[in-house]
């Protein structure tokens, strides 16, 4: 979103090759094989920043030459800038204003000194903005425009490029005055000192290859939108190399790959769905589940397998490379096209299939309309384009749910080694400190289990010596799930930390920040989640133990 730099000042040049990334710190922790590898480690909050309104703290990024840090204010459609030299007790120190360029920004990275800024544009269906700024002095080096509604954006590993996911997200679908935009993503080369270029990966080449997709299992559902409107990209993580870019489209419940030098999108692959029927695969489905086969129950914890099939609908991915193999994480949050005018896909089993269930399909189909049992749990009436996953007889043969509830690790072909299945509910059912499946702005007993559970949306993976660790945000019960990754296929929970206090302190983890101890101002590596409801930034230290 924002492109050029000025020089910097000469007191900053050498700190630049020291401090060189490596990776993106969206998506990478750092560290060396060389370095200590921990047995296990700890989260602890060290410090915290309130911006004083729902929605002050959302995307974050660090610059470590200026000891920065840069947090998206939703709530305002600026970014704060906050002194983190001394990481307990962050201040505001400046604050980003692009009124004179868009109406908001949506996201932030930066790299050896150069902030870029993802702004949507005013109405949000005509091109966006992606502008830089000179982290040490807040100047403006420099802009240009990309896509509709640019969102999520990250630097290349060598600071080289700028890739943005252009959502492309529609105002309403057939309604007089609404438009629907193509996705897209913007390969943006920097060309510090000079003048930036723009390169736009596309989707047009997949239009007329609708029906194609959907047999492969890809989400083309919008009402008369083309394959290239439909594909909303919604976050990206880029190899070490920088030639390649996973981008996940999330309504789509597919991955897009991205040749980076050409900016040409290669493919786009379908996630599939994951089978909540099996053991170890389950949820809890309904926040009436307290009775026996009725439609007034009241909320009670009940975790288990369900005949429903849930749609991953990833929102944030990221990248990390075992043994010469490049892997992707992802948060499977879930999203629905809801409410939005001229078409809303999202229903309660109970309204949706009001012919009942196919008993040959459905065991106790009779019984398992209930909301005590799979009544409440919210599907789409739309699992892809003209499908609607009922029989002739107007009875649901499937039922497709948003989200896994879970995160998941896949190969660079899109094929899942792992997914944490039902353990992000299991562990969080005893919490001192929050209800059950609260949401981010309530506590809740069971507010949420009918609609995404604990709904995981950030994520980013940290090396420490040979050791991959994933740090996955709730976006609803709150709090940071850990797990040891370095085996992918056999992944492992570590340790978990929720920093609310019922319905106040942290609410609503929104993005994350990884700082690794080399770069970090108190020389631990630490973690920043912006959170969205409470409008706090929050300092976690990563407390290694060798």
Not at 200 to 228: C, H, M, V, W, Y
Not at 257 to 285: E, N, Q, R, W, Y
Not at 325 to 346: Q, S
Not at 396 to 405: K, M, P, S, V
Request: aromatic residues 6%; glycine residues 12%.
């Amino acid at each position: 979103m924002f492109l050029r730099r000025p020089a910097k000042p000469s007191s900053y040049l050498p700190m630049m090759s020291a401090i060189a990334l490596a990776c993106v710190l969206a998506a990478c922790g750092g560290g060396d094989d060389d370095d200590p590898t921990p047995t296990t480690l700890a989260l602890q909050k060290i410090g915290s920043y309130n911006g004083g309104a729902v929605g002050a703290a959302e995307i974050t990024a660090y610059d470590a030459g200026s000891r920065r840090l840069f947090v998206v204010n939703g709530a305002n459609g600026t970014v704060d800038v906050l002194d983190l030299a001394a990481p307990a007790t962050p201040k505001l120190i400046g604050t980003i204003n692009v009124a004179s360029l868009g109406k908001a920004v949506n996201s932030v990275a930066v790299h050896d000194g150069l902030v870029a800024l993802a702004i949507e544009a005013n109405p949000k269906t005509d091109p966006g903005t992606v502008a830089f700024y000179n982290a040490a002095d807040l100047k403006l080096a420099g802009s240009v425009k990309v896509g509709a509604l640019p969102d999520m954006l990250t630097f290349t590993p060598d600071g080289s490029k700028v890739l943005v996911a252009n959502e492309g997200e529609p105002s309403g679908y057939g309604v007089a005055g609404t438009a629907d935009p193509e996705g897209s993503v913007s390969v943006i080369t920097v060309n510090r000192g000079g003048t930036p270029s723009v390169a736009t990966a596309d989707f047009r080449a997949f239009n007329g290859k609708e029906a194609e997709l959907r047999a492969q299992g890809i989400r083309i559902f919008g009402p008369n939108a083309s394959a290239a409107q439909d594909f909303e990209p919604e976050y990206i993580t880029v190899g070490d190399d920088g030639r390649t870019a996973y981008v996940t489209l999330q309504e789509n419940n597919a991955i897009a790959i991205v040749d980076v030098a050409t900016a040409k999108v290669t493919s786009v692959k379908p996630l599939g769905f994951k089978d909540h029927s099996l053991a170890g695969m389950g949820m809890d489905a309904s926040d009436e589940d307290g009775g026996t086969n009725t439609n007034s129950g009241s909320p009670a914890i009940k975790i288990g397998p369900q005949p429903v099939k849930g749609m991953y609908l990833p929102d944030a991915v990221a990248s990390y490379t075992v043994d010469g193999k490049r892997y992707l994480i992802t948060a499977n949050e879930g999203d629905a096209r809801a409410d939005w005018p001229g078409f809303n896909e999202e229903s309660r089993v109970r309204a949706h299939c009001t012919a009942g269930l196919d008993p040959a399909v459905f065991p106790d189909a009779a019984n398992k309309i209930f909301d005590s049992n799979l009544g409440r749990l919210r599907v789409t009436t739309t699992p892809n384009g003209g499908v609607t996953g009922k029989n002739a007889a107007g009875q649901c043969t499937e039922l497709y749910t948003f989200g896994g509830r879970s995160f998941s690790i896949w190969d660079t072909d899109i094929k899942r080694v792992y997914d944490s299945g039902d353990e992000f509910e299991r562990r969080t059912t005893a919490l001192p400190n929050v209800k059950f499946n609260a949401s981010n702005d309530n506590n809740d007993l069971e507010d949420r289990s009918a609609s995404k559970g604990p709904e995981p949306e950030g994520a980013v993976v940290g090396k420490f010596g040979n050791k991959h660790y994933a740090f996955i945000g709730l976006e609803r019960v709150g709090g940071v799930m850990v797990y040891d990754v370095s085996k992918p296929a056999q992944a492992s929970f570590v340790t978990y930390l929720n920093t609310r206090d019922g319905d106040k302190g942290d609410l609503g983890p929104e993005g994350l920040t990884l700082i690794p101890g080399n770069k970090s101002p108190n020389g631990k590596p630490l973690l920043i989640v912006g959170n969205e409801v409470s409008g706090t930034t929050a300092v976690m230290q990563i407390n290694l133990t060798y």
